[in-house]
């Protein structure tokens, strides 16, 4: 690991002036915060980010609560709670199955201990060539140099939201659940606190895939707010992956709907391990909301869900995956007793 | 004479191999004119406070084996993947190897070596490895044996099924998995019972 100088904020304010050489959090940015460091400090010994500086946010950590707040407008989540405090919260996983399913299922305890929720939503991708500075070609790290993946190992590599610039697959689970659920933010930074929906937070590549985010330089995510609704109780994540648990995902699917009888309404559809960012599938809504739930229809919303997608080789087997993924989440939403208390995810 | 126990001979032998030439430095790498700023860190390492000055980049599992030789805490991957540097940091197990030194505030860090009562009674979740063979090259045994005390306080040891999910993080590469989950169970029950 290249040496730094380590520096610690007391509170936002100081966060957010010590932060102004953060960038974007690009590779090359001079500054990065430092929040549970299963990232950061993973891709600085791997020589990915060389910060000149790193300020620990560790005082910014919620402390005497788990920093989950139900309330009847919703969820609220400090930024800087882990991920396991909020997955083991009995009000999360009530009424936003969803969101205690995707934090879960992600990781490993430690992990989840360590890591907060403002950075996992801001955690790089895996692909290994990003990972791995020996090979030249990547634009996301170095700009302009190009994409290795496309046309060689692009197994886990994305099929949505790509351009040819970058076929990285964004490795979250969270953040599947927080943009079916409409989720938005709240951010300080030095021009102030901003409001922001998640959705707008990754960028799509854009030929520049080395700014992921829309974040400016010093800004800090402080809290997420996930909307109340009919549809939060009947949600869950389902997440395939090549070993059953402590893995990322190869395909998996965010669900939220409510269900009069058959019919499904106000569904919410969210698609992980197969996109570039965080991925909404409104066509796939708009074939299902207001209409009985069979199974014909359901592959039709998969299919469109997948319309636009583009696979590399490797990877062609996610269009189908998908699919199914997506046709299996819809059932298992629909088969949900919402009276029945739900085991572990 | 004096009795040589295994970890004697291991913590000694870098410096018996080199014949008094040389000592390995710790795995910090070289100073550097921009390293010269050490950070001062206060580790409270299974009760006892130590007060380091620290190479910022040193992670928690570097500041216990190199800086404290507290080598019961393992270097298995040093990424994050394997969880062999499990440790309890503030009543929670993280790890070790991604935590730097100076960003752990104080907080109260037990490692395998504070486990054992103060006469040297092992914990019952070290008793149950060792009763269920729940290891083969033990290189792996510490780090599962702080995950296993976590999940049993945390509630996540109630099935066979729970145990497996909930003690993913640590990897052992003999796949002694059916006897690890076995001593977990067994520790769960006896704990229960105490």
């Given at each position: 690991?290249?040496p730094f100088?380590?520096?610690?904020?007391?509170?936002?304010?100081?966060?957010?002036?010590?932060?102004?050489?953060?960038?974007q959090?690009?590779?090359?940015?001079?500054?990065q915060?430092?929040?549970?460091?299963?990232?950061?400090?993973?891709?600085?010994?791997?020589?990915?980010?060389?910060?000149?500086?790193?300020?620990?946010?560790?005082a910014?950590?919620?402390?005497?609560?788990?920093?989950?707040?139900?309330?009847?407008?919703?969820?609220?989540?400090s930024?800087?709670?882990?991920?396991?405090?909020?997955?083991?919260?009995?009000?999360?996983?009530?009424?936003?199955?969803?969101?205690?399913?995707?934090?879960?299922?992600?990781?490993s305890?430690q992990?989840?201990?360590?890591?907060?929720?403002?950075g996992?939503?801001?955690?790089?991708?895996r692909?290994p060539?990003?990972?791995?500075?020996s090979?030249q070609?990547?634009?996301?790290?170095?700009?302009?140099?190009?994409?290795?993946a496309i046309?060689?190992?692009?197994?886990?590599?994305?099929?949505?939201?790509?351009d040819?610039?970058?076929?990285?697959?964004?490795?979250?689970?969270?953040?599947?659940?927080?943009?079916?659920?409409?989720?938005?933010?709240?951010?300080?930074?030095?021009?102030?606190?901003?409001?922001?929906?998640?959705?707008?937070?990754?960028?799509?590549?854009?030929?520049?895939?080395?700014?992921?985010?829309?974040?400016?330089?010093?800004?800090?995510?402080?809290?997420f707010?996930?909307?109340a609704?009919p549809w939060?109780?009947?949600?869950l994540?389902?997440?395939?992956r090549d070993?059953?648990?402590?893995?990322?995902?190869?395909?998996?699917?965010?669900?939220?709907m409510?269900?009069e009888?058959?019919?499904?309404?106000?569904?919410?559809?969210?698609?992980?391990?197969?996109?570039?960012?965080?991925?909404?599938?409104?066509e796939?809504e708009?074939?299902?909301?207001?209409?009985?739930?069979?199974e014909?229809?359901?592959?039709?919303?998969?299919?469109?869900?997948?319309?636009?997608?583009?696979?590399?080789?490797?990877?062609?087997?996610?269009?189908?995956?998908?699919?199914?993924?997506?046709?299996?989440?819809?059932?298992?939403a629909?088969?949900?007793n919402l009276?029945?208390?739900?085991?572990?995810? | 004479?004096?009795?040589?126990?295994?970890?004697?001979?291991?913590?000694?032998a870098?410096?018996?191999?080199?014949?008094?030439?040389?000592?390995?430095?710790p795995?910090t790498?070289?100073?550097?004119?921009?390293d010269?700023?050490?950070?001062?860190?206060?580790?409270?390492?299974n009760?006892?406070?130590?007060?380091?000055?620290?190479?910022?980049r040193?992670?928690?599992?570097?500041?216990?084996?190199?800086h404290?030789?507290?080598?019961?805490?393992?270097?298995?991957c040093?990424?994050?993947?394997?969880?062999?540097?499990?440790?309890?940091i503030?009543?929670?197990?993280?790890l070790s190897?991604?935590?730097?030194?100076?960003?752990?505030n104080?907080?109260?860090?037990?490692?395998?070596?504070?486990?054992?009562?103060?006469?040297?009674?092992l914990?019952?979740?070290?008793?149950?490895?060792?009763?269920?063979?729940?290891?083969?090259?033990?290189?792996?045994?510490?780090?599962?044996?702080?995950?296993?005390?976590?999940?049993i306080?945390?509630?996540?040891a109630?099935?066979d099924?729970?145990?497996?999910?909930?003690m993913?993080?640590?990897?052992?590469?003999?796949?002694?998995?059916?006897?690890?989950?076995?001593?977990?169970?067994?520790?769960?029950?006896?704990?229960?019972?105490?």
């Amino acid at each position: 690991m290249r040496p730094f100088e380590f520096t610690q904020a007391r509170d936002l304010v100081e966060a957010t002036r010590l932060g102004s050489r953060t960038g974007q959090g690009q590779t090359d940015a001079a500054a990065q915060f430092l929040a549970g460091g299963t990232t950061l400090i993973d891709l600085m010994k791997l020589d990915v980010l060389r910060p000149s500086t790193v300020i620990d946010l560790g005082a910014l950590r919620s402390s005497g609560n788990n920093g989950v707040s139900a309330r009847s407008d919703g969820l609220h989540l400090s930024a800087f709670a882990t991920m396991a405090a909020v997955a083991n919260d009995p009000e999360v996983g009530r009424s936003y199955p969803l969101i205690a399913d995707s934090l879960k299922l992600a990781a490993s305890p430690q992990l989840r201990n360590m890591a907060t929720l403002g950075g996992n939503v801001l955690q790089k991708t895996r692909c290994p060539f990003y990972r791995d500075p020996s090979w030249q070609a990547c634009n996301k790290r170095s700009p302009g140099s190009g994409c290795q993946a496309i046309g060689s190992f692009n197994r886990n590599h994305a099929i949505l939201g790509t351009d040819p610039s970058c076929i990285a697959q964004y490795p979250g689970d969270f953040g599947i659940a927080l943009i079916a659920l409409d989720a938005s933010m709240e951010i300080s930074g030095p021009h102030g606190v901003r409001r922001l929906p998640f959705r707008e937070l990754h960028v799509a590549p854009a030929a520049h895939p080395d700014i992921e985010t829309c974040l400016g330089a010093g800004e800090v995510i402080t809290e997420f707010h996930v909307p109340a609704g009919p549809w939060t109780q009947r949600s869950l994540y389902l997440k395939v992956r090549d070993r059953s648990s402590y893995e990322f995902a190869i395909s998996s699917c965010a669900v939220a709907m409510a269900l009069e009888g058959e019919t499904a309404r106000t569904v919410r559809l969210g698609l992980g391990g197969m996109a570039y960012r965080p991925w909404r599938a409104h066509e796939a809504e708009s074939v299902l909301n207001g209409k009985p739930l069979t199974e014909a229809l359901a592959r039709q919303a998969a299919a469109a869900a997948l319309e636009g997608a583009k696979t590399h080789g490797h990877n062609d087997y996610k269009r189908e995956l998908a699919q199914r993924v997506i046709v299996r989440a819809l059932f298992e939403a629909k088969a949900m007793n919402l009276d029945a208390p739900r085991s572990h995810a | 004479m004096p009795t040589i126990t295994r970890r004697d001979l291991l913590t000694s032998a870098p410096a018996l191999a080199l014949g008094g030439l040389a000592v390995a430095e710790p795995p910090t790498p070289a100073s550097t004119a921009r390293d010269s700023s050490r950070v001062s860190t206060r580790l409270i390492v299974n009760g006892k406070a130590h007060d380091l000055k620290l190479d910022p980049r040193t992670t928690v599992l570097d500041a216990l084996r190199e800086h404290l030789h507290l080598t019961g805490t393992k270097k298995g991957c040093d990424q994050g993947q394997c969880g062999a540097c499990t440790v309890l940091i503030g009543g929670e197990r993280v790890l070790s190897c991604l935590t730097l030194a100076a960003a752990t505030n104080a907080r109260p860090i037990v490692t395998v070596e504070g486990l054992a009562g103060p006469g040297g009674e092992l914990h019952p979740v070290q008793r149950a490895f060792i009763e269920q063979d729940g290891f083969q090259c033990g290189y792996c045994t510490p780090g599962q044996v702080m995950s296993a005390v976590a999940c049993i306080s945390e509630g996540h040891a109630t099935t066979d099924e729970d145990i497996r999910e909930y003690m993913s993080g640590n990897l052992c590469r003999c796949g002694a998995y059916p006897k690890i989950v076995a001593a977990v169970r067994q520790a769960r029950d006896q704990m229960k019972t105490t």
